[in-house]
């Protein structure tokens, strides 16, 4: 089992520089717990994770998988909010069982959380549907934080792998001689000041006060946005934005 991981930091805005974290809002008790499933090919691992997690009040548990196969079909069975599950597994790797596991628990927010900081790896999770990649290092009190910040609607990244994000947005501008912004046709306008926002990090309660509308306003463009250009997570909606040049990085 692992129990030493580095700090989980939020997903950077589009600044290269140093990525701070920011502080969460303040909020009630939750009404029901995160029910979370727990995959990893070591039988030891999961039983650790599990027992980090039992001690926080508002995290359940509901379910483990060994592989990505059997993931799916606890995935199907257990309807979890989250699925924290390792990218190299056996029978079915981790990010094909994502794809898989979007199509039958739609509403299950996934982090990957691996020892592969390979960046095909990162890129093909975020294709995937994943909406965090976090790095075994990270310290074993930072899981419960990461679990509570994606069932927020929030994208979480170790440090490491989101230099490595920022470093490839950064080659897509360079690979390109516009320098105009260029506008996604399908987006309205309102639609494409949400998606500004939401490349920049920021969660749906913050854009709701940054454009003076509703919470729940913006999840439905959030949603609009992800159909119409048929991406799976706001971690995708990020890519898209950069090499989109919806965003531009200085």
């Not at 939750?30 to 650790?48: N, S």
């Not at 998988?65 to 979890?80: F, N, Q, S, Y």
């Not at 996604?184 to 709701?208: F, H, Y």
């Amino acid at each position: 089992m692992v129990d030493s991981f580095g700090p989980v930091m939020p997903m950077p805005d589009a600044h290269p520089g140093p990525v701070a974290e920011e502080e969460p809002p303040a909020r009630g008790p939750r009404a029901e717990p995160i029910r979370v499933l727990v995959v990893d090919d070591h039988a030891l691992f999961r039983r650790g994770l599990e027992i980090v997690l039992a001690q926080e009040e508002d995290i359940q548990v509901v379910g483990e998988a060994g592989d990505g196969a059997e993931a799916v079909d606890k995935a199907a069975d257990l309807l979890p909010d989250i699925v924290l599950m390792d990218v190299r597994m056996p029978r079915r790797g981790g990010i094909e069982a994502c794809t898989a596991i979007k199509e039958v628990a739609p509403s299950a927010k996934i982090i990957m959380l691996t020892i592969s900081d390979e960046e095909a790896d990162l890129y093909d999770a975020i294709k995937a549907g994943a909406t965090g990649y976090l790095l075994k290092e990270i310290s074993t009190d930072e899981v419960s934080t990461a679990i509570r910040a994606v069932a927020d609607g929030q994208s979480q990244i170790s440090p490491s792998m989101a230099a490595k994000l920022l470093t490839e947005f950064k080659s897509m501008i360079q690979r390109t001689d516009e320098s105009k912004l260029v506008p996604a046709p399908k987006l309205t306008d309102r639609e494409l000041e949400v998606l500004k926002l939401v490349a920049t990090g920021m969660n749906n309660r913050d854009i709701a006060k940054e454009l003076f509308i509703s919470e729940n306003t913006v999840k439905n463009h959030v949603r609009n946005i992800l159909e119409k250009l048929q991406l799976h997570s706001r971690m995708e909606a990020v890519v898209y934005a950069m090499r989109e040049k919806i965003l531009e990085i200085r």
